[in-house]
């Protein structure tokens, strides 16, 4: 897969500018309907920013699929809800101070208020599963959260000073933390649209590879960053970098190939970019 100039990543942001205005629309619909909640004013704050690729992919899957069948929107709210609540619980593990330029939740709120509000939002997710007739979008949200704790646990038990990971096992790490949710996107969106089982396999693995592909990126990113997981991948050399960045292409031409079953439309085109996005993208 060629990798778009620099330029290509703002272009690509216009391009989705509509759909993540619905979606931030969506998320705050959703949050309105707790305002009477203690939790309401920090869960306004958990939400805000992002680049909102999770639930995008909800929608433009269910789109590429045919566009028709159960809305999206509410599982697209679900899936930002899991993909914070991941964050809250992240941020308190790794004890970083800042995010996205904000003060980490756990800081602005403390350590208490932080491990309730996760457990409250897990009740509203579970609250979006009941309102879809098709017992498949929560079996589908059940099984991402219990692959990213799986993730998140591993992660918790590696030592960097006594154990530095292989390239398999990083992958298999951040299978589980990060590209399990992009996987689920893009499954329950098909689910949603009435794919078939090929369709939503397919989907399915373009989210598993393009979470790959973005996770890689970010560690990427955070080369440099202190107690990321990146710092205990292979050793300082480099050289590794280059690698790193070989294999997020790889992972990105792997995504974008397994749309190849679905047939062609302006959604599937998006998807397709979002590949590109993912690994020329510089935050």
């Known amino acids: 897969m060629e990798i778009r100039t620099p330029g290509f990543t703002e272009k690509f942001t216009e391009r989705i500018k509509a759909q993540v205005s619905r979606i931030n629309e969506e998320v705050k619909k959703e949050l309105s309907r707790y305002s009477w909640s203690r939790f309401y004013g920090p869960l306004v704050y958990a939400v805000e920013g992002g680049k909102r690729v999770r639930p995008l992919i909800v929608v433009l899957a269910r789109e590429t699929v045919g566009n028709h069948g159960a809305d999206p929107w509410l599982a697209a709210v679900a899936v930002e809800l899991l993909h914070t609540e991941s964050i809250?619980?992240?941020?308190i593990i790794d004890e970083e101070i800042s995010r996205r330029e904000r003060m980490t939740f756990h800081i602005k709120y403390g350590y208490n208020a932080s491990v309730l509000t996760a457990?409250?939002?897990?009740?509203?997710?579970?609250?979006?599963a009941s309102r879809y007739g098709d017992p498949q979008v929560a079996r589908e949200l059940s099984s991402a959260a219990?692959?990213?704790?799986?993730?998140?646990?591993?992660?918790?038990?590696?030592?960097?000073?006594?154990?530095?990971?292989?390239i398999d096992e990083y992958i298999q790490l951040i299978s589980e933390k990060t590209?399990?949710?992009?996987q689920t996107s893009a499954r329950v969106g098909a689910i949603l649209g009435g794919g078939s089982e090929r369709e939503i396999d397919a989907l399915g693995h373009y989210g598993l590879h393009l979470g790959?592909?973005?996770?890689i990126q970010d560690d990427i990113?955070?080369?440099?960053s202190e107690?990321?997981?990146i710092g205990a991948v292979i050793s300082d050399d480099a050289s590794i970098l280059d690698q790193l960045r070989k294999m997020a292409r790889?992972?990105?031409?792997?995504?974008?190939?397994?749309?190849?079953?679905?047939?062609?439309?302006h959604a599937k085109n998006l998807l397709e970019e979002l590949a590109d996005f993912s690994v020329s993208r510089k935050f």
């Open 88 to 91: 809250i619980h992240d941020d």
């Open 119 to 128: 457990d409250f939002v897990f009740g509203m997710i579970l609250d979006i």
């Open 146 to 166: 219990l692959r990213m704790c799986e993730g998140e646990f591993g992660e918790l038990k590696i030592d960097p000073k006594v154990h530095t990971l292989t």
């Open 179 to 182: 590209a399990s949710l992009f």
């Open 212 to 215: 790959i592909a973005y996770q």
């Open 221 to 224: 990113l955070d080369w440099r």
């Open 227 to 229: 107690q990321k997981v």
């Open 250 to 265: 790889e992972y990105a031409s792997k995504a974008a190939e397994s749309l190849t079953v679905l047939p062609q439309s």
